[in-house]
């Protein structure tokens, strides 16, 4: 998505009116070729870095989390306090460098069937993501 009509028509979709922030927003999180995963604040911190403009955090929050709730952005919980957030949304595993917080994409092929003995009553299974903790190893 090369072009600010894309972008306009992704945050009207989102419920949200397409600001000079949020059009900086949608274009740092979606023109790009890679997946990218990200923290609110690592998002604050590029977009300063990257803009040189000052965007609110609660712009960047509210931003984020609009697009999660329409499916553009996945959300992976690593504990109570941190969340990073994923544009590639397929159903896929991480790695998660404790020791550089970077959360890194793991293959379905690097991963053999997974089986879960253990169902709940009136519960199915919707989906199964593994994330992997690491640390260096000294």
Same mark, same amino acid.
């Given at each position: 998505?090369?072009?600010?009509?894309?972008?306009?028509?992704?945050?009207?979709?989102?419920?949200?009116?397409?600001?000079?922030?949020?059009?900086?927003?949608? %274009?740092?999180? =979606? +023109?790009?070729?890679?997946?990218? !995963?990200?923290?609110?604040? *690592?998002? #604050?911190?590029?977009?300063?870095?990257?803009?040189?403009?000052?965007?609110?955090?609660?712009?960047?929050?509210?931003?984020?989390?609009?697009?999660?709730?329409?499916?553009?952005?996945?959300?992976?919980?690593?504990?109570?306090? %941190?969340?990073? =957030? +994923?544009?590639?949304?397929?159903? !896929?595993?991480?790695?998660? *460098?404790? #020791?550089?917080?970077?959360?890194?994409?793991?293959?379905?092929?690097?991963?053999?069937?997974?089986?879960?003995?253990?169902?709940?009553?009136?519960?199915?299974?919707?989906?199964?993501?593994?994330?992997?903790?690491?640390?260096?190893?000294?």
């Amino acid at each position: 998505m090369n072009n600010n009509s894309g972008f306009i028509e992704k945050l009207r979709s989102s419920g949200l009116r397409p600001t000079k922030q949020r059009l900086e927003i949608c %274009k740092l999180l =979606f +023109d790009r070729k890679k997946t990218f !995963h990200f923290t609110i604040g *690592d998002l #604050s911190k590029i977009l300063k870095k990257e803009t040189n403009k000052k965007i609110s955090l609660a712009t960047i929050y509210n931003t984020v989390h609009s697009f999660k709730k329409k499916g553009y952005l996945k959300e992976i919980s690593v504990d109570r306090e %941190k969340s990073y =957030f +994923d544009t590639n949304t397929s159903n !896929h595993h991480h790695f998660l *460098d404790i #020791s550089t917080n970077e959360l890194i994409d793991l293959k379905e092929e690097d991963v053999d069937n997974i089986k879960i003995k253990k169902s709940l009553p009136g519960k199915k299974i919707k989906s199964i993501e593994v994330l992997v903790k690491i640390e260096n190893n000294n």
